[in-house]
């Protein structure tokens, strides 16, 4: 008989993220959490900024059309000064052509959604049954994160070209402020994941009180 080749031990980080894959089924199931408002993977969610035993509610960035959405002033410019070098080009003097100005103007504009993209990614939000998160920023990175007890108030707003786009934003704001601290920009299904949070907050919130 061959001798079974020895059991290799699990990663920590991997019995972590099974941990935390259970804890947020059961989470999930307890908010009665669609899997369309949920977003993400909640077991995907940073390990770095969960706590032990704390349980993943929710997990997901903004919409992808954050991306071209967030831009679109910089990306109506680009393709204006494109146009203009375009017709500039027709001039003798002008060093370049029509087609060199089409494609600075297609380069700058892919390095600008390239960026957008990279903004997009650095944005988590994150509801426990302890915490909401937002972290953001790319250099500079902001992270907001205050126990469910602190909410005092939380709103939903829809600008026009949110509602166009079928996305929304949800505003937190803690106790003894007058303005949200904390936006969860251009998200899907905004009402829905309110309304999540706030069972959230009326579930859990108790406990830091």
């Not at 831009?71 to 003798?92: K, P």
């Not at 937002?134 to 126990?147: A, D, Q, W």
Request: net charge positive.
């Amino acid at each position: 008989m061959t001798a079974s080749a020895p059991a290799r031990p699990v990663p920590k980080r991997q019995r972590t993220r099974w941990r935390l894959r259970l804890a947020c089924r059961r989470g999930a199931a307890d908010l009665h959490c669609p899997s369309e408002a949920t977003g993400l993977d909640v077991a995907a969610a940073p390990i770095d900024l969960i706590d032990d035993g704390e349980t993943v509610i929710l997990f997901f960035r903004p919409s992808l059309l954050y991306i071209p959405a967030s831009c679109s002033t910089g990306l109506v410019l680009i393709a204006m000064l494109a146009l203009l070098l375009a017709y500039v080009a027709q001039a003798a003097w002008a060093p370049w052509t029509d087609v060199q100005a089409f494609a600075a103007g297609l380069a700058v504009g892919a390095a600008r959604l390239g960026w957008q993209s990279f903004e997009w990614y650095s944005r988590v939000y994150i509801l426990t049954d302890r915490r909401v998160i937002r972290r953001m920023g790319v250099i500079r990175v902001s992270l907001f994160e205050t126990p469910l007890a602190s909410i005092e108030h939380t709103s939903v707003f829809r600008r026009l070209r949110e509602r166009a786009l079928g996305v929304g934003t949800i505003g937190f704001a803690t106790k003894g402020s007058d303005v949200f601290e904390a936006l969860w920009v251009m998200i899907r299904r905004p009402f829905e994941v309110h309304r999540i949070v706030v069972e959230a907050i009326e579930r859990y919130g108790q406990r830091g009180t």
